[in-house]
């Protein structure tokens, strides 16, 4: 960033997340893969929720697929759901936005709706069958390298979101799909 000096300065300590949600658009209007391998305590899942919040109420028509390795931590509890899930930091989120903001958003066990804009956010737990349920906007896989069945997942994921999946994770080996 530049400041009234016109000197470069860095950007905020958290900047990172910002280029991150970047990247999520750029991935998304240039409708590829984003990959994201991360480390932990980066934020990176409150960055992924809140980019499909954004596109959930801005987007005409916008389907969502979300999954992580725990069906708790996809939703934990629909419209009592707390920040420990992906759900849960979206509504979070969208709770806290001031009201000018705020498109009405209809919050219930995995899955969001803006009937505003037709736009759906959709979250299943992680099973042998998951991602195999409709087509989809965009899909965003959280820690995508601990999905139990993460050979199935992704190869039924993919064909459901042809304009491209956002996969973040930590690393966790060689020998997972999200490695290779």
């Known amino acids: 960033t530049i400041d009234d000096q016109r000197r470069i300065r860095p950007l905020a300590p958290h900047g990172y997340l910002v280029r991150h949600i970047r990247l999520l658009e750029r991935g998304r209007l240039e409708q590829k893969n ?55 930091r979206i509504r979070f989120m969208w709770d806290r936005l001031p009201e000018h903001l705020r498109t009405p958003v209809t919050f219930t066990h995995m899955k969001a709706s803006c009937e505003e804009r037709t736009s759906y956010l959709f979250g299943e737990a992680p099973t042998e069958e998951s991602g195999r349920s409709i087509n989809v906007s965009r899909a965003l896989l959280d820690e995508a390298a601990k999905l139990p069945y993460d050979e199935e997942t992704l190869a039924a994921v993919a064909p459901m979101c042809p304009t491209g999946m956002v996969l973040q994770s930590t690393h966790n080996g060689p020998d997972t799909a999200f490695a290779r």
């Open 34 to 88: 984003v990959l994201t391998d991360k480390s932990r305590q980066m934020r990176l899942t409150w960055a992924g929720a809140a980019y499909f919040l954004w596109c959930l109420m801005q987007l005409e028509a916008f389907t969502g697929f979300l999954t992580t390795r725990k069906q708790d931590l996809v939703d934990d509890g629909g419209e009592h759901s707390t920040p420990k899930s992906i759900f849960g």
